[in-house]
């Protein structure tokens, strides 16, 4: 079974090295001790997820303490490259093989992944540290930081159906965390690219997609072309879930108000009407 969706020995290396804290967390307080902030107005309220004693039971390894960021302003989405055809009921288990896997096959130092879902919409906790906290992941290279990693149990190579559960989860795991920083999943943030292995050179500011894909930061087919295919409708639904306005309504709002708009709407309707 393939344990994880990022390919190559040097990828592996690379995401060790990252496990092991070459990569540094822009805090280790997780942005506790900044000065308070007025709440974003766009939030969304947190889905059931399921503990990590759920996967993990007696199974824990011996690893150093969690590390975070101060916000998350992106999310990155994964699939775990591994079978499709399980009961949802042996999830815990899967996850805990590639769990297995990853730190004593590869000697990381957890699971790479922030979260996990599988087909039936079951959200897990993954890495360590809390879930309500931006705990610093190990799942793109260059991009762990201020990120999360969402893994979708399963492969979705092209032609794969994605279940529609699993997209709803996903989704509303993504305005959850993105609404702590107000972020708009439909829009797009700036990351900066802290390891050379990732497509861009390090210390490169890069314009990503909120909600974005594990091959957007680094060379990979994850999280497999069915799933990509669908997160235009994962950043549209997150957004509902945040409360936001859908992108045809704000520009309506934006425009009705503007007399020199609305004639340019109506000259272009005359010219489409009248070729």
């Not at 775990?80 to 730190?103: K, V």
């Not at 994962?234 to 992108?247: C, D, K, V, Y």
Request: aromatic share 6%; net charge negative; glycine share 12%.
């Amino acid at each position: 079974m393939a344990l994880g969706c990022v390919p190559g020995v040097a990828a592996a290396v690379a995401l060790v090295l990252c496990a092991y804290g070459v990569e540094r967390a822009a805090g280790s307080d997780g942005g506790a001790s900044a000065v308070a902030r007025t709440a974003p107005a766009f939030q969304a309220p947190r889905p059931v997820i399921l503990p990590r004693a759920v996967w993990l039971g007696g199974s824990a390894r011996e690893q150093p303490p969690p590390r975070y960021d101060d916000t998350v302003v992106a999310v990155f989405i994964h699939h775990t490259d591994s079978p499709n055809g399980y009961d949802c009921a042996d999830a815990p288990g899967i996850i805990r093989a590639l769990y297995e896997g990853q730190t004593a096959g590869r000697d990381w130092d957890d699971l790479g992944y922030n979260f996990v879902v599988d087909r039936c919409g079951t959200i897990y906790e993954g890495r360590a540290g809390g879930t309500d906290r931006p705990v610093t992941g190990a799942h793109t290279q260059g991009f762990n930081h201020r990120s999360t990693g969402i893994a979708a149990l399963g492969t979705f190579s092209a032609g794969v159906e994605v279940p529609e559960e699993m997209l709803r989860s996903i989704a509303e795991l993504s305005a959850w965390k993105l609404g702590t920083s107000g972020t708009d999943p439909r829009g797009q943030v700036r990351l900066v690219s802290s390891n050379g292995g990732s497509r861009y050179a390090a210390g490169t500011i890069a314009t990503l997609h909120a909600v974005a894909a594990h091959s957007d930061g680094y060379m990979t087919d994850c999280p497999g072309a069915a799933l990509k295919a669908r997160l235009p409708d994962i950043r549209t639904l997150a957004a509902r879930i945040q409360g936001r306005e859908s992108t045809e309504q704000a520009i309506r709002k934006d425009t009705r108000d503007d007399p020199q708009t609305v004639l340019k709407q109506n000259v272009t309707q005359n010219e489409e009407q009248n070729p």
